[in-house]
T-cell receptor, first 112, second 114 residues
Framework: DQQVKQNSPSLSVQEGRISILNCDYTNSMFDYFLWYKKYPAEGPTFLISISSIKDKNEDGRFTVFLNKSAKHLSLHIVPSQPGDSAVYFCAATDTGRRALTFGSGTRLQVQP | DAGITQSPRHKVTETGTPVTLRCHQTENHRYMYWYRQDPGHGLRLIHYSYGVKDTDKGEVSDGYSVSRSKTEDFLLTLESATSSQTSVYFC?????????????FGSGTQLSVL
């Protein structure tokens, strides 16, 4: 049973527009959430995170929103750039837990 | 970039043979992880270590064993490889638990079991 779900395997957007990637979780113990970005033939790299005490965290063009009641988070990329084309993984944990649980990933393609 | 080296980068082996993947770090981080990446499943935790000789199972540990005799090395062994273990394997390291410190990943090992 997947505790972290990314229901959209792929997403295509035009350069300059907004990209919205979604993630749902089922484990109510999760209180810390992260997004990782992965290019082909490379390992994932950390992008942005959010604690459950917040509902929004922003870092440049990247913003993560958390809706605890819906057990849903989303990553917004504005404006999208061709270099953002990658696979994005949502991940979750609870404070003090030793490992992350990842979703299945969403492949984002930003068209020039 | 975090100093993580995975070896080999690519390996082709036959069903039933033993295989060992190595992860070496130069960061002196306490936590080390092995994940596998498969289409439709994302990254799934196999085993992790929270110190020398301290390891624990992840969600897909069957058929795998690990060892950590030194801080810098974390070995993943497939005792008798099966075709279902064809995957991309990623090692990751962290200074503390993930809610405190981010994970850094290696470049991966592509393993094909024929």
């Amino acid at each position: 049973d997947q505790q972290v779900k990314q229901n959209s395997p792929s997403l295509s957007v035009q350069e300059g527009r907004i990209s919205i990637l979604n993630c749902d979780y089922t484990n109510s113990m999760f209180d810390y959430f992260l997004w990782y970005k992965k290019y082909p033939a490379e390992g994932p790299t950390f992008l942005i995170s959010i604690s459950s005490i917040k509902d929004k965290n922003e870092d440049g063009r990247f913003t993560v929103f958390l809706n605890k009641s819906a057990k849903h988070l989303s990553l917004h990329i504005v404006p999208s750039q061709p270099g953002d084309s990658a696979v994005y993984f949502c991940a979750a944990t609870d404070t003090g837990r030793r490992a992350l649980t990842f979703g299945s990933g969403t492949r984002l393609q930003v068209q020039p | 970039d975090a100093g993580i080296t995975q070896s080999p980068r690519h390996k082709v082996t036959e069903t039933g043979t033993p295989v060992t993947l190595r992860c070496h770090q130069t960061e002196n981080h306490r936590y080390m992880y092995w994940y596998r990446q498969d289409p439709g499943h994302g990254l799934r935790l196999i085993h992790y270590s929270y110190g020398v000789k301290d390891t624990d199972k992840g969600e897909v540990s069957d058929g795998y064993s690990v060892s950590r005799s030194k801080t810098e090395d974390f070995l993943l062994t497939l005792e008798s490889a099966t075709s279902s273990q064809t995957s991309v394997y990623f090692c990751a390291i962290s200074e503390s638990v993930p809610s405190n410190e981010k994970l850094f990943f290696g470049s991966g090992t592509q393993l094909s079991v024929l």
